[in-house]
């Protein structure tokens, strides 16, 4: 299996559905994050988990609910988004303490109607 | 103000052609690191190079090579003889000691390598 995997790959909602997206890394990393890549803009960070703890959060609105239910899972719940949030989802992982290799994800595509 | 700047939204070379993409930083701290990270249409990101702020020396993997210069606050990469394998967005980083700060991005440079 591959080091970090998200699903699903590609995802289509409405303003007022509630979706999942999900990330789960293989590579035995105590930190794991969420970035939001849009067109033209550099990868923004939104949240950073540390052994499951939340230790950041860029000010991201709450319509996105992060869940870390364990240093191998991580979710973004997401509800009533708006058509500006549609963007590339990457998830990452990396061992923590110092700044450290990340390795991310395919992503997850997407599209909020 | 921590940023990085990579002001070549988009290169379009020949193969065989040598492509230098440029990363710009700033920082007040003395202690940070710097990385290029390859975005191949498949999405994933993946790790090409790591440097911290007190190794100056440049280094070179088979066709990539990388030129750190504090002085400018420049890190620089460089691919000789491209290929079309290369194509791909290219993304500088910047990260600092501290456990737990992730990544700051720039913008990336999509490179277009054509046969």
């Known amino acids: 299996e591959t080091g970090v995997t998200q699903t699903p790959r590609h995802l289509v909602m409405g303003m007022t559905n509630k979706k999942s997206l999900k990330c789960e890394q293989h590579?035995?990393?105590?930190?794991m994050y969420w970035y939001k890549q849009s067109a033209k803009k550099p990868l923004e960070l939104m949240f950073v988990y540390n052994f499951k703890e939340q230790t950041e959060n860029n000010s991201v609105p709450s319509r996105f609910s992060p869940e870390c239910p364990n240093s191998s899972h991580l979710f973004l719940h997401l509800h009533t988004l708006q058509p500006e949030d549609s963007a590339l989802y990457l998830c990452a992982s990396s061992q923590g303490g110092k700044p450290s290799e990340l390795f991310f994800g395919s992503g997850t595509q997407l599209s909020v109607l | 103000a921590q940023k990085v700047t990579q002001a070549q939204t988009e290169i379009s070379v020949v193969e065989k052609e040598d492509v230098t993409l440029d990363c710009v930083y700033e920082t007040r701290d003395t202690t940070y690191y710097l990385f290029w990270y390859k975005q191949p249409p498949s999405g994933e990101l993946v790790f090409l190079i790591r440097r911290n702020s007190f190794d100056e020396q440049n280094e070179i993997s088979g066709r990539y090579s990388w030129n750190f210069q504090k002085s400018t606050s420049s890190f620089n990469f460089t691919i000789t003889a491209s290929q079309v394998v290369d194509s791909a967005v290219y993304f500088c980083?910047?990260?600092?000691?501290?456990?737990?700060?992730?990544?700051?991005f720039g913008k990336g440079t999509t490179l277009s390598v054509s046969s």
């Open positions: 980083a910047l990260s600092f000691n501290q456990a737990g700060t992730a990544l700051i």
């Open positions: 590579l035995g990393h105590n930190a």
